[in-house]
């Protein structure tokens, strides 16, 4: 995809050379559950925090954090780099993950900014964070296992870059393009947050039971999905022959039934926090074929 170097006025944060960050009032990832091997649903502001075992990438599971992308187990990344930029430019420039990151988070930024201008809505940028092994989030402890994630609390994404090697050498979701999906998707996150939806799933799940709560999960994330889907369509014309089978592959590496089968050997559906591999690529394709929002409702009838 021929993104942009990104806008030096972007809000950047760069953890990466800390101290690990400690635990701290109720983390919780985009992984929620998701993954088979260690999906974690933590709980930002008094919500239920649950580590599973073994994760992937990090879930939203609606709760805490919200965001990862995948729903599998991920074992945490290697070779974090130890080095913080100082400034956006800096950090963004540290290694070429970074940049593509930034580049990725620019696009959507300013991609989101002209939906919402557009809509007479109210947009709010929000952070990117950069951590290497260990961070801290408004959310709790930011670690590399639990993938990228987006902290409704501080409205932060919270990316371990090595987690691109993990996606494209454990998952096979290779590309450029695979990589801005994960931005995007987390992005996705955040306009969740801007509009309400994140904070009307967590009451719902402190309502109901954790099968229900898993249910109102799949659908966050595949909404998140879909604008992700969204944003692409937005970028259409920088778009690259391969980019959207890149992301459609992306899509199906991360399917919670997919990753329970290579992690456990069966699939247990109640269990799902982002969504059946073709789920995830039929929430994509939505965002990607009608770069409208409005396609996004995931929360009326069947997915």
């Given at each position: 995809m021929r993104l942009d170097d990104f806008d030096p006025n972007i809000n950047v944060e760069d953890q990466r050379g800390q101290g690990g960050g400690g635990f701290g009032g109720g983390g919780g990832g985009l992984l929620f559950g998701l993954l088979p091997m260690i999906g974690s649903r933590?709980?930002?502001?008094?919500?239920?925090?649950?580590l599973i075992v073994m994760a992937l990438f990090g879930g939203l599971g609606g709760l805490g954090n919200l965001g990862g992308m995948l729903g599998g187990g991920s074992s945490a990344p290697t070779g974090a780099t130890r080095k913080a930029g100082t400034d956006t430019t800096s950090s963004c420039t540290l290694t070429p993950e970074?940049?593509?990151a930034c580049n990725a988070f620019s696009s959507a930024d300013h991609?989101?900014?002209a939906i919402f201008a557009k809509?007479?809505?109210?947009?709010?940028?929000?952070?990117?964070v950069f951590f290497g092994g260990n961070g801290q989030s408004g959310c709790g402890a930011a670690?590399?296992?639990m993938g990228p994630f987006y902290c409704p609390t501080d409205q932060g994404i919270y990316l371990d870059t090595s987690f691109f090697a993990e996606l494209a050498n454990r998952f096979g979701a290779k590309g450029d393009f695979a990589q801005d999906y994960v931005i995007?998707?987390?992005f996705g996150h955040h306009i969740q947050k801007l509009l309400g939806t994140n904070e009307q799933v967590q009451r719902a799940q402190r309502q109901g039971s954790e099968t229900e709560g898993n249910a109102m999960s799949v659908r966050l994330e595949l909404q998140a999905d879909c604008y992700a889907g969204v944003w692409a369509n937005a970028n259409k014309t920088r778009l690259?022959?391969?980019?959207?089978?890149?992301?459609?592959?992306?899509?199906q590496a991360i399917g919670d039934d997919t990753l329970q089968k290579q992690s456990q050997g069966r699939v247990v559906p109640d269990s799902f926090t982002h969504g059946t591999s073709a789920q995830r690529q039929s929430w994509l394709k939505r965002g990607l074929d009608s770069g409208d929002p409005a396609q996004c409702d995931t929360f009326s009838g069947a997915i």
């Open positions: 933590f709980g930002c502001g008094g919500i239920v925090v649950v970074s940049k593509a991609t989101w900014e809509s007479g809505q109210q947009f709010v940028a929000p952070k990117l670690q590399s296992a995007a998707h987390e690259e022959p391969g980019d959207i089978e890149e992301g459609m592959t992306a899509a």
